[in-house]
């Protein structure tokens, strides 16, 4: 199986900051690489697929980028609306699988 | 789009229960669908991924032998029959759509889910 390691685990940032979370694949998976935002008690919501596309009605403070094994998702200017916890998701091969989440907190 | 999942609750370890998954507001016989679950204060579990017509359907190790994913068509329903169920399959299980492009080329990542439904296997 593929593992999806997300770096860091947590983040304590303030409105404005601007993240950037990494994702590592532990074998190259092309471009197969999405991102979802996830806040408490609801389900998440994709943000970026194919490492770089922007979801429709996305905020264009967010981007994906890379390729391979290392991906990297940026918010630009963090928004309070922002705050919750990110994932990683590989769908280059079954079974398809998630990073652990990085979850963005209020500083 | 919608998606409404149904038919959690609780369970005896061991026991069976088929989760339900209503869709609505696009042509669900279009689109592979899935299953993904997250235990309480864990991370996403993708479960099981099914083609649009059924002929292809696939596991995680962990549910392969226990679990079952289909679909009717007719009915725009998605299905999870799940049997010896245990603890660690105690989550919230989310059905998904798997999404395509403008062009119909399937996407590999989920655009839509539902609210979940909550499976808690105890005794």
């Known amino acids: 199986d593929i593992q999806m390691t997300q770096s860091p685990s947590s983040l304590s940032l303030s409105v404005g900051d601007r993240v950037t979370i990494t994702c590592r694949a532990s074998?190259?998976?092309?471009?197969?690489l999405n991102w979802y935002q996830q806040k408490p008690g609801k389900a998440p919501k994709v943000l970026i697929y194919?490492?770089?596309s922007v979801q429709s009605g996305v905020p264009s403070r967010f981007s994906g980028s890379g390729s391979g094994t290392d991906f990297t998702l940026t918010i630009t200017s963090l928004q309070p609306e922002d705050f919750a916890t990110y994932y990683c998701q590989q769908s280059y091969t079954t079974p398809w699988t998630f990073g652990q989440g990085t979850k963005v907190e209020v500083k | 789009v919608q998606l409404v999942e149904s038919g959690g609750g609780l369970v005896q370890p061991g026991g069976s229960l088929r989760l339900s998954c209503a869709a609505s507001g696009f042509t669900f016989s279009r689109h592979w669908m899935s299953w993904i679950r997250q235990a309480p204060g864990n991370g996403l579990e993708w479960v099981a991924n099914i083609k649009q017509d059924g002929s292809e359907i696939y596991y995680v190790d962990s549910v392969k032998g226990r679990f079952t994913i289909s679909r009717d068509n007719a009915k725009n329903s998605l299905y999870l029959q799940m049997n010896s169920l245990g603890a660690e399959d105690t989550a919230v299980y989310y059905c998904a759509r798997i999404a395509k492009s403008e062009m119909g080329i399937i996407r590999r990542d989920f655009d839509y889910w539902g609210q979940g439904t909550l499976v808690t296997v105890s005794s």
């Open positions: 194919a490492a770089s």
């Open positions: 074998q190259s998976i092309s471009s197969y």
